[in-house]
Nanobody, 121 residues
Framework: QVQLVESGGGLVQPGGSLRLSCAAS????????MGWYRQAPGKERGVVAS???????NYADSVKGRFTISRENAKNTVYLQMNILKPEDTALYYC???????????????WGQGTQVTVSS
């Protein structure tokens, strides 16, 4: 079994910062790409950022220049540093990881349970 546990969400004022963390654990042989999605009320889940095992990154246009994704491969952990937060960033943030588990021969996506980020004055 593989589990992803997120932390770091909360309430912040516009212009503020938060750092999300997501740690993967369990029967992990290797992790390919990792990343973050978000879902606001009444909207579909959409990608925020992703990072390959080698460190290549991609961002949604709406967060470029404000958010930074990083990872520590030795800890199976991915981070999302969010700066200059706006009310429209309010959402439930989910991390994911494409994991090769022991005894498997393919990578499969695993998801965290979600952490709430609320940007409001």
């Amino acid at each position: 079994q593989v589990q992803l546990v997120e932390s770091g969400g909360g309430l912040v004022q516009p212009g503020g910062s938060l750092r999300l963390s997501c740690a993967a654990s369990g029967s992990i042989s290797s992790i390919h790409d990792m990343g973050w999605y978000r879902q606001a009320p009444g909207k579909e889940r959409g990608v925020v950022a992703s990072i390959s095992r080698g460190g290549s990154t991609n961002y949604a246009d709406s967060v470029k220049g404000r958010f930074t994704i990083s990872r520590e491969n030795a800890k199976n952990t991915v981070y999302l540093q969010m700066n200059i937060l706006k009310p429209e960033d309010t959402a439930l943030y989910y991390c994911y990881a494409n994991v090769l588990a022991y005894l498997n021969d393919n990578y499969y996506p695993y998801w965290g349970q979600g952490t709430q980020v609320t940007v409001s004055s």
